[in-house]
């Protein structure tokens, strides 16, 4: 197979791992979410109903700030806590491995267009 094949093949793979990637963490983040309202209704409602998404919206916003500022450490819920750290840490994770695989992937695409 000729290398620009391969390389317009890792770009396609990088971008449909990326976009699934993303969907599974909006999807751990509303069952978050959920769990929140349920079990502290009241700081729930408080943040406006915050909702994770790639949107920009002030529900999101909320969210991001709720678990990026660690906010969930004031709930007094050690298994919810647990939780929200996890999802704090596996968000930070994925952004650094969204960012380093797509450097790969235009470092690839570069060399296809000095190799042409």
């Given amino acids: 197979m000729e290398f620009e094949k391969v390389v317009g093949l890792v770009a396609l793979a990088w971008l449909a791992g990326s976009f699934l990637l993303m969907a599974r963490s909006i999807r ?5 979410a959920e769990a929140l309202a349920a079990r502290h209704p009241e700081t729930y409602e408080a943040l406006g109903r915050p909702r994770p998404g790639y949107l920009e919206s002030a529900r999101r916003t909320r969210f991001a700030r709720f678990v990026g500022r660690r906010e969930f450490e004031n709930l007094r819920d ?3 806590c647990a939780e929200f750290e996890a999802y704090r840490r ?3 994770r994925l952004v650094i491995s969204v960012i380093a695989s797509g450097a790969i992937v235009a470092l690839l ?4 267009r000095i190799a042409t």
């Fill in 28 to 32: 751990t983040g509303r069952a978050l």
């Fill in 78 to 80: 050690g298994s919810l």
């Fill in 90 to 92: 596996s968000e930070a």
């Fill in 109 to 112: 695409a570069l060399a296809t």
